[in-house]
């Protein structure tokens, strides 16, 4: 997804030398001449930002000890946060979590 960005911006800085990239005509003249490049560069922006939410959620459940079931990340934990990193690290380890969060693992 990255390297798409990072492509379609070198594509665009090489089309239209010499002219600000993110300028509200450049844009528009960009969107009339190559549409299909604005649209992916934008669903893919989408898509980096639903990735980055999709692992914080992920990596918020794994703190608290939840690795099984979903359940509301939103419930106030009783973990600290270093237990909460000790867990993400138990995680990557492949190791089951080193402390559990009681509210919401009864």
């Not at 960005?5 to 665009?12: A, D, G, H, Q």
């Not at 934008?42 to 690795?67: D, E, F």
């Not at 979903?70 to 106030?76: E, L, M, T």
Request: glycine share 4%; hydrophobic share 45%.
């Amino acid at each position: 997804m990255l390297m798409f960005e990072y492509s379609s911006i070198v594509y665009l800085r090489s089309v239209y030398d010499g002219q600000q990239l993110f300028d509200w005509s450049l844009i528009k003249a960009v969107f009339a001449t190559c549409p299909m490049v604005w649209s992916l560069f934008v669903l893919n922006g989408m898509s980096i930002v639903w990735a980055g939410w999709v692992l914080h959620t992920q990596i918020i459940a794994v703190s608290k000890g939840r690795l099984r079931a979903y359940q509301s990340y939103r419930a106030r934990s009783w973990l600290s946060k270093r237990q909460r990193l000790t867990n993400v690290v138990h995680f990557f380890l492949n190791k089951s979590p080193h402390m559990r969060d009681e509210v919401l693992n009864p």
